[in-house]
């Protein structure tokens, strides 16, 4: 079966930082990670819209790649307040965030609507981010295997297997994010991680569901972000908080690095 050839790192900076922060963010966290081949780590950023254009300036693919925090699936029409794929093409945006929990839970969408996005995704060439996670009551009625199939499952309808190539998951336990999260053990990071790959390699084959990079976010930090990576079926981290200073973003990927570097 094949894996993930490289470290996946990257942040969602929510409704946070302004033009001018992201700017500065975006042009520290460059020269932080220059010396890092990209063959060897994904560094990717997800700001909010108003400073994507602004943030395509200081984003050189070559080092850090830009994302969208949502996308509407429909190329142009009446959706006041949506996004066209359109729109974040001329940006120079490659990926988009589809299906993150404060989407789900706060807004509302579906798992039909977030596989809307996908299959829209993939037919403008971004590469989607699909952020799927059972919520605290879930897990505590000890469903949160099946939820997180259903969601793959609906959220993936339709995708092939050469499409599924250019996919990312980010896991993301409901109860493990924001300012009161409780972050994840590793073990149960792990468990609930195999459980994706599998579902995956069940959709897509051993090829394409195999090579799915699979991301952990949730309270992610400092003290929690080696161990996490350490684990055999985590192939990255999508940070929260910790990642928004450059500084600290950068001291997580030198302590991480070498430790997904002994697991390959």
Known sequence: MARPDKLYIGTNTKMYKTIAQTADFLDKLG????????DKMELFVIPSFTALETAAKYAAPAHIVLGAQNMGWEDEGQFTGEISPLMLKEIGVRVVEIGHSERRHVLGETDEQENRKVLCAFRHGFVPLLCIGETGTEKDAGISDEILRIQLKRGLHGVTPIQ?????????????IGVSGIPASKEYAEEKHQVIRRTLVELFGGESGGAIPILYGGSVNNENASSLIAMPAVDGLFIGRCAWDADNLNR?????????????
């Open 31 to 38: 020269r932080h990670a220059a010396d890092i081949p990209r």
């Open 164 to 176: 599924a190539k250019e996919l990312w998951i980010a896991y993301e336990p409901v109860w493990a």
């Open 252 to 264: 997580i990927i030198r302590d991480v690095m070498p430790i997904w570097g002994n697991k390959r």
